[in-house]
């Protein structure tokens, strides 16, 4: 929509818009990134050079090295990938495979088909209990344990630390999911984790873009037909510009702090806010360990899709039912897990650029379209 009231894009909790910076930065590599890296040619040479870069620039916010670092396709094509090759590595030593209640679909259903799946519990924040956790991964026959940073639709930060340190002790690979806080957070201090997952598009990269970081010494197999890139690891040979404009667009959060701060604070009005605004209205997640972008609501007597659906008539694009699913009818198994309400709630994933007018045109939309919304359904 354009014109005098432009819509307020508030569903980054999946994908951000590509950052101008990292449009710019794409366009650029066109010119002088396109070659094949495995070539001696000057094209080939230039393009190796911009993977050595960008694999620096990742090892660097992940506390890695950039030998460790893998370019791959998108967020569940890589999340399958990572699980399958960590199956496959440890299917010596069993088929069990951990993840937390609250994970992301395409992380359950590729642990489901790797193995026999346990999932672990949340708490009403969407939190695991860590010693629950240990005594999880502990278990005879687990073959590797899989855990969100933070999850993707309530923003809650997972004791993840922890959660490494008990993985090692049971020495059982943790693969770490930072797709939701990636860029966010400082992730240089995770703890011992084998394999960390992420996507580009959610902080404002390409969507055709994942990361794959592998420490050394992890048993992990390719889960595909292997080739001369990326000491096979990762087929096909890589999109370089769409690579720099990633790492452009995670150089450009870290260096940004103050971009999270801003984020927070909004978050936290809203949190404070809609509570005041409508009646009847159950904020989930953890309002203080949390990545600074999220938030989910839910609204009583109201249908999430037609909330969703009127707020887009008054300009607002929000997201409501499961994160992982096309259809916004579908209920969050993240809510489920988590003992909330399914079903009329809303979620919010501030962009880069959202500001205190875009917050203020959500909170006053809000209450008169939830009463149009109650007194159509005949609710009290």
């Not at 396709?73 to 299917?91: H, S």
């Not at 971009?259 to 997640?285: K, N, P």
């Amino acid at each position: 929509m354009t014109g005098p009231n432009p819509t307020v894009f508030l569903d980054a909790s999946t994908a951000e818009p590509l950052l101008p910076e990292a449009r710019q930065a794409w366009l650029a590599a066109q010119d002088s990134g396109w070659g094949d890296p495995l070539r001696l040619h000057r094209p080939g040479r230039l393009a190796a050079q911009a993977l050595d870069r960008a694999r620096e620039l990742v090892a660097e916010a992940v506390g890695a090295r950039p030998d460790e670092v893998v370019f791959t396709g998108a967020g569940p094509q890589t999340a399958t990938a990572a699980i399958d090759g960590l199956a496959l590595g440890r299917r010596r030593v069993g088929r069990t495979m951990i993840t937390s209640a609250i994970e992301h679909s395409a992380v359950l259903a590729a642990t489901g088909k790797a193995g026999e799946a346990v999932q672990v519990g949340v708490d009403p924040t969407g939190r695991i209990d860590p010693d629950a956790w240990a005594a999880t991964v502990a278990r005879p026959g687990v073959a590797a344990a899989v855990l969100q940073v933070a999850n993707h639709e309530v923003g809650t930060l997972q004791p993840y630390a922890e959660a490494a340190e008990a993985c090692r002790s049971a020495e059982v690979p943790l693969l770490l999911d930072a797709t939701a806080a990636l860029g966010r957070i400082d992730l240089t201090e995770a703890g011992p984790w084998s394999i960390m997952i992420g996507s580009a598009a959610a902080f404002g990269g390409p969507a055709s873009v994942g990361f794959m970081i592998i420490r050394r010494g992890v048993r992990w197999r390719a889960p595909y037909p292997v080739d001369d890139y990326q000491d096979g690891r990762w087929p096909g040979p890589p999109d370089v510009p769409a690579i720099v404009a990633a790492v452009t667009a995670l150089r450009s959060w870290l260096d940004d702090p103050e971009a999270g701060t801003r984020q927070h604070a909004l978050i936290d009005r809203v949190r404070a806010e809609v509570g005041h605004r409508i009646s009847d209205v159950e904020v989930v997640g953890d309002p203080v360990r949390r990545v600074p972008h999220l938030l989910t609501f839910s609204v009583l007597y109201v249908d999430g899709e037609t909330l969703t659906l009127e707020l887009d008539r008054a300009g607002i694009a929000v997201a409501s039912g499961s994160a992982c699913s096309a259809s916004s009818e579908t209920p969050s198994h993240v809510l489920a897990a988590m003992g909330a309400l399914t079903h009329g709630n809303v979620r919010i994933g501030l962009t880069r650029s959202s500001t205190e007018a875009d917050v203020d045109r959500l909170l006053n939309a809000l209450p008169p379209i939830v009463d149009q919304v109650r007194a159509r359904l005949g609710a009290p």
